[in-house]
């Protein structure tokens, strides 16, 4: 079992910057895949970046240059660096990572970005 726990979500105003964490009860470099992903009311949750045991890193279409996503092996967590954010960009991110066969979720974290 791998409980995940989000944090460094709030209101920014357009144009400015947010760190999100997900902080992983198993060590993250024992998981296959962590991946960040945000949803919208009455929308499909997304998949907004992930990265592989490997290091490899991957981005969806609209937040490539802006978000970058990174492990951090010191603290266990795995950030999510947002910047130059958008009102667009404003949903509840949710950390997911696999391990084995199976998926986890975290509780989520809102990200609002209005002036």
């Known amino acids: 079992q791998v409980q995940l726990v989000e944090s460094g979500g709030g209101l920014v105003q357009p144009g400015g910057s947010l760190r999100l964490s997900c902080a992983s009860s198993t060590s993250i470099s024992s998981l296959n895949a962590v991946g960040w992903h945000r949803q919208v009311p009455g929308k499909q949750r997304e998949l907004v970046a992930h990265?592989?045991?490997?290091?490899?890193?991957g981005y969806a279409d609209f937040v490539k240059g802006r978000f970058t996503i990174s492990r951090d092996f010191a603290k266990n967590t795995v950030d999510l660096e947002m910047n130059n954010l958008k009102p667009e960009d404003t949903a509840v991110y949710y950390c997911?990572?696999?391990?084995?066969?199976?998926?986890?979720w975290g509780q989520g974290t809102q990200v609002t970005v209005s002036s």
């Open positions: 997911n990572a696999r391990k084995a066969w199976s998926s986890y």
């Open positions: 990265i592989q045991i490997s290091g490899t890193r």
